[in-house]
């Protein structure tokens, strides 16, 4: 998480990194810096909370010079306030920093030893007095580094100024992200492409382990204590495009009302319009082969993986697992020859798939990423991509690119089903026909979001809030309780709907409530049942189901939500709109801030 830029341009560079910066922000914003060098001076200016707050204090004191290092945080180490806000300085070094230093601990003892004076909480500032101590003792710049990155542990990326070097940025990368942009007479450095974007398309990304010197003239790359490396130069597709919110109050808002879009792109990109016929990504295309899917995923792209598991066994009858990524990663699963894992993220940063992809391959799999940013880590480094056509996703909790993930996975499914000969040509037609149904739903029913807003007021002023759901529904609750969770923090729990019984029961009690998510499918009867468990304690039952479900069902509920009808297969993407609504309109209601809540980051690079 956080995200960082540097700067060395003809050009004033608080704008520029400002700039940058605010396409940064999804990467955390407790608190923002920037810092430039002019001479022998190096100047900062830093703030607690949003960069907002970061503008108003620009705007106050400005800050001149065309070379620069700026910051906007997720706090690891220290709390988020104006001493833990990077950059960092110790004597000439400034630095900004992302990713955590393992082994600051052990590094700050042996400098404060010397009688080094921290001001900071954080694991950064032990890299620059690392700097600094080898400066001031006559090391240049890139002996300097070549010194201490070998010192460093952890998963990182930093970018480094120093005082009487205007024209010097030092930058590294271990696991976190970094991307280099070649300028004309000018060098970047930032958490993405998409930063640097307005800037330049010349990109050069950083691997692992890598560190460069950057000057206006160009770029040095370098491993480990200075071994020098080639790193090849791209030309960058994404766009430098600033998305706005549209006449949306904020972009959660947006997002969902994106999803007819999203959805039918995405599913045109793996299923011909034309034809119906589905192309199988690399790692995949040998269908009949594949031993195995390992789905590695975190947060609402681990729901998708869930409910690509249904799909996976049912349509395509393939064994399948889904693994959270952060547990799965320090695991010794066995694994079949012919495996394939599929690394699941919008981003494509998150740091715990990132690894757990690169763990897979190590236990022998093919690696299929499946994510919504093209140029992101983990689409570089797998096999093979299937790209979801969400576009780019701003709200921090994830919305369109769940239900694209969702539809890329159907897809997938169907044409595994096919290649493997488990569905029939028939077969394959119908459920096609029924993705093709989904966008059309979608749309009808966003065209009315006020059936949800009394729901989304008793939401809101809940204290406990559970989500149920069976089979293809169970992902959709977990889904609806971390939405609600994360965006209002209400407390929200999903439950498999036969699990309940087994213990959460004990929660209900008068007028909690409780959302059932139950399509008239094949689970429907048994979800019924529960839910009569949960009326005849006294919770207060939110039925999302569609016309025949809310005949069978309506009286025994408080509250029914009806929703179009659906080939059940393809409910789970249907059924994620209204609890995604809920979300939002309770927290509209709340008054929190859906786009940016509290202790989150759109892209989680730590461990
Ligand atoms: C929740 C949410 C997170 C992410 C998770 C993984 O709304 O957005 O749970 O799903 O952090 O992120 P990606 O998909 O970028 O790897």
């Not at 922000?25 to 001479?39: F, I, L, Q």
């Not at 709390?79 to 300085?89: C, F, M, Q």
């Not at 947006?254 to 192309?279: F, N, R, S």
């Not at 239900?403 to 029939?424: E, K, P, V, Y």
Request: charged share 20%.
């Amino acid at each position: 998480m956080c995200g960082i830029v540097g700067v060395l341009s003809g050009e004033p560079a608080v704008p520029l990194m400002m700039d940058a910066l605010r396409r940064l922000e999804y990467r955390g914003y407790d608190s923002a810096g920037v810092a430039t060098v002019t001479g022998d001076t190096l100047s900062r200016r830093r703030a607690p909370g949003k960069l907002s707050a970061l503008q108003e204090v620009l705007e106050r004191e400005p800050l001149k010079g065309v070379s620069g290092i700026g910051h906007t945080r997720w706090a690891t180490h220290g709390p988020p306030n104006l001493e833990n806000a990077h950059p960092h300085v110790a004597g000439r070094v400034a630095v900004v920093h992302n990713g955590i230093i393992e082994n600051h601990a052990v590094l700050r003892a042996e400098l404060k030893a010397e009688g080094a004076v921290f001001e900071s909480a954080t694991d950064t500032e032990v890299v620059a007095h690392l700097l600094d101590r080898e400066i001031s003792g006559g090391a240049t710049p890139q002996e300097a580094m070549a010194r201490v990155m070998p010192r460093l542990t952890g998963a990182f990326a930093f970018v480094v100024l120093i005082a009487g070097e205007e024209d010097l940025m030092l930058a590294a990368r271990r696991a976190s992200p970094l991307a280099i942009g070649i300028g004309d007479g000018a060098a970047y450095v930032g958490s993405d492409a998409v930063a640097l974007a307005p800037l330049t398309r010349r990109i050069v990304y950083l691997q692992d382990g890598d560190w460069a010197v950057l000057r206006r003239s160009g770029v040095s790359v370098f491993i480990g204590d200075g071994t020098p490396v080639e790193r090849t130069e791209q030309v960058s597709t994404v766009s430098a495009a600033m998305v706005g919110k549209g006449n949306f109050r904020h972009f959660m808002e947006k997002e969902i009302h994106d999803q007819p879009e999203a959805i039918a792109h995405t599913l045109h990109a793996v299923i011909d319009p034309g034809t119906g016929e589905a192309t199988l990504p690399g790692p995949l295309a040998d269908a009949a082969s594949v031993a195995k899917i390992t789905i590695l995923a975190a947060g609402t792209s681990f729901y998708a993986g869930l409910t690509a598991r249904y799909w996976l066994e049912s349509i395509a009858g393939i064994a399948c697992e889904v693994e959270l990524a952060s547990e799965f990663r320090d695991r010794k699963p066995v694994l079949p020859a012919g495996g394939v894992a599929i690394a699941v993220s919008q981003s494509g940063e998150s740091l715990d798939t990132l690894m757990a992809l690169r763990h897979a391959r190590t236990l022998g799999q093919k690696v299929l990423a499946l994510v919504n940013v093209p140029e992101s880590t983990i689409a570089r480094e797998a096999d093979g991509v299937l790209l979801t056509r969400a576009g780019p996703e701003f709200g921090v909790a994830s919305t369109k690119a769940f239900t694209a993930q969702l539809t890329a996975f159907l897809g997938l499914a169907i044409a595994l089903g096919f290649a493997r000969g488990h569905i029939d040509e028939a077969e394959k037609r119908r459920l096609v026909s029924a993705l093709e149904g989904v966008p059309s739903r979608v749309a009808a029913v966003l065209k009315d979001v006020s059936r949800y807003q009394s729901i989304a007021h008793g939401l809101s002023r809940a204290r406990d809030v559970l989500y149920l759901g069976r089979g293809l529904s169970y992902p959709i609750a977990l889904e609806g309780a971390l939405k609600l969770k994360e965006i209002t923090y209400v407390h929200a729990e999903g439950y498999a709907a036969g699990e309940m019984k087994h213990g959460p029961i004990a929660l209900i009690e008068d007028n909690v409530p409780v959302v059932i998510v139950a399509p008239s499918d094949g689970w429907f009867d048994k979800t019924a049942s529960n839910m009569a468990e949960v009326r005849a304690r006294g919770g207060r039952v939110i039925l999302l189901t569609d016309a025949a479900g809310a005949r069978a069902l309506g009286e025994a509920a408080d509250e029914v939500v009806v929703l179009p009808d659906i080939a059940p297969e393809v409910a789970p993407i249907l059924y994620s709109i209204p609890v995604q609504l809920l979300a939002y309109l309770a927290a509209v209601e709340k008054g929190t801030d859906a786009d940016q809540p509290r202790n989150l980051a759109k892209s989680v690079t730590v461990e």
